[in-house]
């Protein structure tokens, strides 16, 4: 009785039960048999916190990419000053559970510390280069890919206003890769968009922009696809347009999928979700993807309800990790 409540009150203190494993051969298993990493976002606090999260984490997936931790405003707050713990907690549980990370993201519009938006051209583009060398140097052992420049491109195809684009000009997007891999020349190195999926504006201007970076010889290893996705589901021309970018002699990636629904969900709705996951994973495979992410991987901690009001349930796992159909469709899709 006594061991029973020690370990109890033990359970307790560490933040959550043990995972109830999930049933079938796990994720990570089944993308290694076909030659793909399969990975989530991760949160440093939930992984500290919650074991039953961490251990989910551990068992299923061979990839993590922190969800906010490396960005810009939580990394270097103010200039020169860098906080590398909470990601560096995230970079160390993924070395004891044998994964690579996905470093995201060096040079983004988003989640920018007031300060990078002040500096003028000179002085961005030397805080551009110094962050750039910092992030990746202090993770030059452990992060193995980097998305260096995310979501440089309007739905409208044109160059998205940053501070970036109009202090420094269309050419801090090569500036932002050459530095990336002159501080990690074994790095591989990702241009990262949202709602490129279909061919259509955005992604003929992201397809011109990377085929110039190629020509020019800037050092571009690969385009990920984050697709945030909901019931209208995939565009029919995913798989071609991730053709033509594979044609440049890039690699593709999926990022960060999810499948938002509208609150509560019906069971038929999950059922179209699952069919959508089912989808991405196969479009993945097509191209010879290099990796597939989830934004997360159970509703409990998801950006969608988080920031959507009235949408969610976008994951794999409920919010009591339980699996849903979508986790059953994603097993199945990659042949389990
Ligand atoms: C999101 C995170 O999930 C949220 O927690 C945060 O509040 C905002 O950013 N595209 C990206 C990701 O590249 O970094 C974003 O992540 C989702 C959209």
């Given amino acids: 009785m006594f061991?029973?409540?020690?370990?109890?009150?033990?359970?307790?203190?560490r933040g959550g039960?043990?995972?109830?494993?999930?049933?079938?051969?796990?994720?990570?298993?089944?993308?290694a048999q076909r030659g793909i990493e399969v990975g989530t976002a991760v949160r440093s606090d939930v992984l500290k916190r919650n074991r039953a999260y961490r251990e989910l984490v551990a068992a299923q997936f061979s990839s993590v990419t922190p969800e906010n931790e490396m960005k810009w405003a939580a990394i270097e707050p103010s200039r020169g000053d860098f906080d590398f713990d909470p990601a560096d907690e995230i970079v160390e549980q993924a070395r004891?559970?044998?994964?690579k990370v996905r470093g995201h993201t060096l040079v983004w519009h988003a989640q920018l510390p007031g300060w990078v938006k002040d500096l003028g051209p000179q002085e961005l583009r030397a805080a551009m280069h110094e962050h750039i060398r910092r992030v990746i140097g202090h993770y030059d052992e452990d992060v193995g890919i980097w998305d260096v420049v995310n979501e440089p491109i309007t739905d409208r195809g044109g160059l998205r206003e940053s501070v970036f684009e109009r202090r420094l000009g269309p050419g801090f997007i090569a500036d932002a890769f050459r530095t990336a891999h002159a501080a990690d020349p074994d790095a591989k190195l990702y241009l990262?968009?949202?709602?490129?999926?279909?061919?259509?504006?955005?992604?003929?201007?992201?397809?011109?922009i990377v085929r110039d970076l190629k020509a020019e010889g800037v050092p571009i290893d690969g385009v990920g696809f984050q697709v945030h996705a909901n019931l209208k589901g995939l565009p029919p021309d995913f798989v071609e347009n991730m053709r033509r970018f594979r044609g440049l002699g890039l690699d593709v990636a999926i990022t960060e999928a999810d499948v938002a629904l509208k609150l509560p969900p019906s069971d038929?709705?999950?059922?179209?979700?699952?069919?959508?996951?089912?989808e991405i994973v196969r479009s993945c495979l097509a191209v010879e993807c290099r990796s597939l992410t989830f934004w997360g991987f159970t509703d409990g901690r998801s950006w969608i309800?988080?920031?959507?009001?009235?949408?969610g349930a976008a994951t794999l796992l409920d919010e009591h990790l339980r699996p849903k159909p979508a986790f059953f469709a994603v097993q199945r899709a990659l042949g389990g």
Avoid at 201 to 206: D, F, G, I, Q, Y
């Fill in 17 to 31: 039960a043990d995972a109830k494993p999930l049933p079938g051969t796990p994720l990570r298993d089944l993308g």
């Fill in 192 to 208: 990262n968009e949202i709602g490129a999926e279909g061919i259509n504006a955005k992604s003929n201007r992201l397809y011109e």
């Fill in 3 to 13: 061991v029973l409540v020690v370990a109890a009150a033990g359970y307790i203190a």
């Fill in 268 to 278: 038929a709705d999950l059922q179209a979700q699952a069919r959508i996951y089912a």
């Fill in 305 to 311: 309800s988080e920031t959507q009001a009235g949408r």
């Fill in 96 to 99: 004891d559970a044998g994964q």
